[in-house]
């Protein structure tokens, strides 16, 4: 078994030898039953926790996004806890530097246990949101700076999904985010070819973002106290995002709607009153047109829970 699993593994992070720019991920993929790491649910589930994490990636135009994070877990019923967490994003590149707090994401989780035979088929659903802090209207030096450099999405939105194993060493998991309010008051807008310069963004005025549906396919092995975990998360985009022009034109951004593939592995280690993961994740595939901000190349993720 352990054999196939290796070998699964290697055929699931094969196609990171391709380049390939995205993640697009707008909050939902990294949070209660669409999380990868199904230990965070399972294992533990009935203490509270805080934790830590940095996340570091390489975003759009090779800027960096750095994102410190407190988080907490608060048991309120058998199989069932809430969840919050709060980013602090420090964004830098060719633009300048950008920093302060993100977008805060508050979610519930409960675990049905449907199989009572030795599968144990278990069944998790999240509801919860992202609600945005700011009206992603930041500027630099009097220029407005694009959605790659701010905060916030500029939007509530509502995040939903649900996730169930497969046996002992698969889980699928399906998710979708909707924006809710737009309050996005971004002012980045050009006519230039983003591939002609460096300080070319995608344009984002007045941005108005469509929802993302998840699937998510996850392999994993666990052992006393460590386990790996990996596959494939794909994010549909569902239509086609709108900007706003200060003479009030409204514009559809062609290529905006779409596909976008990731490959994600976690590492993890458990003692009693601790736990340690560290997160690799990646695209492979992307939409053409991503002017929400969230492209990332790559991303590494380490974080710490302390089991309260």
């Given amino acids: 078994m352990i054999q196939r699993l290796i070998l699964l593994f290697s055929l699931l992070y094969l196609p990171l030898i391709l380049w390939g720019q995205g993640c697009a991920d707008a909050g939902f993929c990294s949070v209660g039953a669409m999380q990868t790491g199904v230990h965070k649910l399972s294992l533990n589930k009935q203490r509270n926790s805080v934790g830590f994490s940095t996340s570091v990636a390489s975003g759009e135009k090779l800027s960096w996004v750095i994102s410190p994070q407190l988080e907490t877990k608060i048991v309120i019923a058998k199989n069932s806890f809430f969840e919050a967490r709060l980013p602090y994003n420090i964004i830098t590149g ?9 977008d805060v994401i508050s979610t519930f989780t409960s675990e049905l ?7 144990k088929l278990n069944l998790r659903y999240t509801i919860g949101t992202r609600i945005g802090l700011r009206d992603a209207s930041d500027s630099l030096r009097g220029l407005p700076l694009p959605m790659a450099y701010q905060l916030s999405t500029g939007t509530t939105d509502l995040i939903v999904g649900l996730s169930t194993n497969i046996g002992k060493h698969f889980t699928v998991a399906l998710g979708m985010q909707q924006p809710l309010i737009h309050y996005n ?3 980045y807008y050009t006519t230039q070819n983003r591939d002609s310069s460096e300080s070319v963004y995608f344009s984002s005025i007045n941005l108005r973002r469509k929802g993302d549906a998840l699937l998510r396919i996850e392999a994993r092995k666990d052992w006393k106290h460590t386990g790996i975990h990996g596959g494939t998360l794909l994010l549909y985009h569902l239509g086609e995002d709108n900007i706003t022009l200060t003479n009030g034109t409204n514009l559809k951004l062609s290529g905006s709607s779409g596909m976008t593939i990731n490959m994600n592995f976690v590492f993890y280690y458990r003692a009693d009153n601790w736990i340690f993961d560290f997160t690799l994740a990646a695209p492979v595939l992307a939409r053409k047109n991503r002017p929400d901000g969230l492209t990332r190349n790559a991303v590494a993720t380490p974080r710490i829970l302390l089991m309260l």
């Fill in 185 to 187: 008051r971004n002012g």
């Fill in 94 to 102: 060719n633009l300048g530097t950008n920093r302060g707090l993100g």
């Fill in 113 to 119: 246990n449907l199989d009572k035979t030795k599968s």
